[in-house]
């Protein structure tokens, strides 16, 4: 799908900041945007018909293979979810099962208005030709996970797959992706922060998602998790923290002077009970780069962004017992990633990325990628009152109508081609996990 470049393609009749607009995308970017502008004779055109036109969102952190295991499982605490559902099903993983799992959640992120997502997941390449197939952006990274499988059996793996996914590019690139401290050894996690600093690559990473993991850590290694990582030489620029839960205020200034990204991901700690959420006001006045995921949908269990928005949002109201601690648009700008340019960035690998909180000129622009949504204004939850608040605490997924990426509509009136296909793939798939 990505490799044909979308033919040009003008939305009029569309509402931005109030105004009746048009978009022309010519070559994957938006060529003009203004009153005036109107598709030429002849030309592919969307009339929008005063529906909302709003910069995509971003899902920072899932798995989203993951998709085969929702509902299953749920309701088991972490360490049995895991040991006796998720890692005996994922040693039977083949790249096929990924693939039509990956299908699966690029539908429902299609659907509900997310057009890049970071994915840390087994056979990364499945999960790279799956988000290809599918036309959305991704960055795609194979876990390091050393905990049962040798570390040159891991390293040659994560080469090779480094190979194949450099392949994939512009809109689907590789990072590395160490699971946690727990799972990692320190000599692996040494290993990827060269290997990462030697090609430039980004790096993924659970952090602190749990209590027990900075007990742990202090106990082994008389270090936090933040400052652990940064003795290995894993915190910089192109760091991507998945989580960070369990912070203190001097691993918040240290992940800030390293100009790492942190993703919060509040439904996924709700579910699996983590007893707590990421300190967004205190990491806000650090100056640290903030995204927002869902997580694997094994522990979430949707990919509907707008719906954790919402979470996020009342989540720190409620931690800080303070309503005005994360004003709605500010919400709404760290879910499409304008809060953290490294996660929005053409190629997170290339060596001018910024790190940091350095927010990301305004996403719908003249010579940006013509990636946007339009959200059907009429629709009880956004026919009146204030945009951004709507969006945050009214909306879900179901508001969005139009999808589009680098120019090209994957989806209209709320119908993604092909999904029966993707649905019954997924459930042969998980069927043959003996997960249906
Ligand atoms: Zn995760």
């Given at each position: 799908m990505s490799d044909t470049i979308a033919a040009p393609l003008t939305v009029f009749g569309a509402v931005l900041d109030g105004e009746s607009v048009g978009m022309r995308c010519e070559n994957g970017r938006i060529a003009a945007l203004g009153p005036g502008v109107e598709p030429g004779p002849g030309e592919e055109a969307i009339d929008a018909a005063g529906a909302l036109l709003v910069p995509p969102l971003l899902n920072?952190?899932?798995?989203?293979?993951?998709t085969l295991f929702r509902g299953w499982g749920g309701d088991l605490p972490l360490m049995r979810w895991l040991r006796e559902v998720i890692w005996p099903v994922e040693a039977k993983l083949v790249p096929e099962d990924v693939y039509w799992g990956t299908r699966l959640a690029c539908a429902e992120m299609i659907r509900t208005g997310t057009t890049r997502f970071w994915d840390m997941y087994w056979h990364p390449e499945a999960t790279a030709r799956a988000a290809r197939d599918s036309g959305l952006r991704a960055t795609v990274g194979g876990p390091l996970f050393d905990a049962g499988a040798t570390m040159p059996a891991m390293q040659e793996t994560t080469l090779s797959s480094l190979e194949e996914l450099a392949e994939f590019g512009p809109e689907v690139g590789p990072t590395l992706a160490p699971h946690a401290i727990y799972t990692v050894s320190e000599e692996l996690l040494r290993w990827a922060a060269e290997l990462a600093a030697e090609r430039e690559l980004p790096v993924q990473i659970h952090l602190s998602e749990t209590e027990r993991e900075v007990s742990d850590c202090l106990e082994q290694h008389g270090l936090r998790p933040a400052a652990y990582l940064d003795r290995l030489g894993m915190l910089g620029s192109r760091t991507v923290l998945a989580h960070g839960v369990w912070l203190d205020q001097a691993e918040l200034e240290l992940i800030a002077e390293r100009g790492c990204t942190v993703v919060a991901n509040p439904v996924a700690n709700m579910k699996l009970a983590v007893g707590g959420v990421l300190p967004y006001p205190a990491a806000r006045r650090a100056g640290i780069a903030i995204g927002l995921g869902t997580d694997g949908a094994g522990s979430n269990d949707s990919l509907d962004l707008l719906a954790d928005l919402k979470v996020f949002a009342l989540a720190q109201r409620q931690a800080a017992g303070?309503?005005?601690?994360?004003p709605a648009e500010e919400a709404w700008r760290i879910a499409t990633g304008a809060q953290a340019p490294l996660l929005t960035?053409?190629?997170?690998?290339?060596?001018?990325v910024r790190g940091g909180m350095t927010p990301k000129r305004d996403?719908?622009?003249?010579?940006?990628?013509?990636d946007f949504l339009l959200l059907r204004a009429g629709t009880p939850e956004l026919s009146l009152g204030d945009l951004h608040s709507n969006l945050v605490y009214a909306a879900s997924g179901s508001v969005v109508d139009t999808t589009v990426v680098a120019g090209r509509v994957l989806m209209r009136g709320g119908e993604v081609p092909g999904l029966d296909e993707i649905v019954a793939r997924a459930v042969e798939r998980a069927n043959r996990l003996g997960i249906g």
């Amino acid at each position: 799908m990505s490799d044909t470049i979308a033919a040009p393609l003008t939305v009029f009749g569309a509402v931005l900041d109030g105004e009746s607009v048009g978009m022309r995308c010519e070559n994957g970017r938006i060529a003009a945007l203004g009153p005036g502008v109107e598709p030429g004779p002849g030309e592919e055109a969307i009339d929008a018909a005063g529906a909302l036109l709003v910069p995509p969102l971003l899902n920072g952190h899932t798995h989203a293979a993951m998709t085969l295991f929702r509902g299953w499982g749920g309701d088991l605490p972490l360490m049995r979810w895991l040991r006796e559902v998720i890692w005996p099903v994922e040693a039977k993983l083949v790249p096929e099962d990924v693939y039509w799992g990956t299908r699966l959640a690029c539908a429902e992120m299609i659907r509900t208005g997310t057009t890049r997502f970071w994915d840390m997941y087994w056979h990364p390449e499945a999960t790279a030709r799956a988000a290809r197939d599918s036309g959305l952006r991704a960055t795609v990274g194979g876990p390091l996970f050393d905990a049962g499988a040798t570390m040159p059996a891991m390293q040659e793996t994560t080469l090779s797959s480094l190979e194949e996914l450099a392949e994939f590019g512009p809109e689907v690139g590789p990072t590395l992706a160490p699971h946690a401290i727990y799972t990692v050894s320190e000599e692996l996690l040494r290993w990827a922060a060269e290997l990462a600093a030697e090609r430039e690559l980004p790096v993924q990473i659970h952090l602190s998602e749990t209590e027990r993991e900075v007990s742990d850590c202090l106990e082994q290694h008389g270090l936090r998790p933040a400052a652990y990582l940064d003795r290995l030489g894993m915190l910089g620029s192109r760091t991507v923290l998945a989580h960070g839960v369990w912070l203190d205020q001097a691993e918040l200034e240290l992940i800030a002077e390293r100009g790492c990204t942190v993703v919060a991901n509040p439904v996924a700690n709700m579910k699996l009970a983590v007893g707590g959420v990421l300190p967004y006001p205190a990491a806000r006045r650090a100056g640290i780069a903030i995204g927002l995921g869902t997580d694997g949908a094994g522990s979430n269990d949707s990919l509907d962004l707008l719906a954790d928005l919402k979470v996020f949002a009342l989540a720190q109201r409620q931690a800080a017992g303070d309503p005005t601690v994360l004003p709605a648009e500010e919400a709404w700008r760290i879910a499409t990633g304008a809060q953290a340019p490294l996660l929005t960035s053409a190629s997170p690998h290339a060596h001018q990325v910024r790190g940091g909180m350095t927010p990301k000129r305004d996403a719908l622009g003249v010579g940006e990628p013509a990636d946007f949504l339009l959200l059907r204004a009429g629709t009880p939850e956004l026919s009146l009152g204030d945009l951004h608040s709507n969006l945050v605490y009214a909306a879900s997924g179901s508001v969005v109508d139009t999808t589009v990426v680098a120019g090209r509509v994957l989806m209209r009136g709320g119908e993604v081609p092909g999904l029966d296909e993707i649905v019954a793939r997924a459930v042969e798939r998980a069927n043959r996990l003996g997960i249906g």
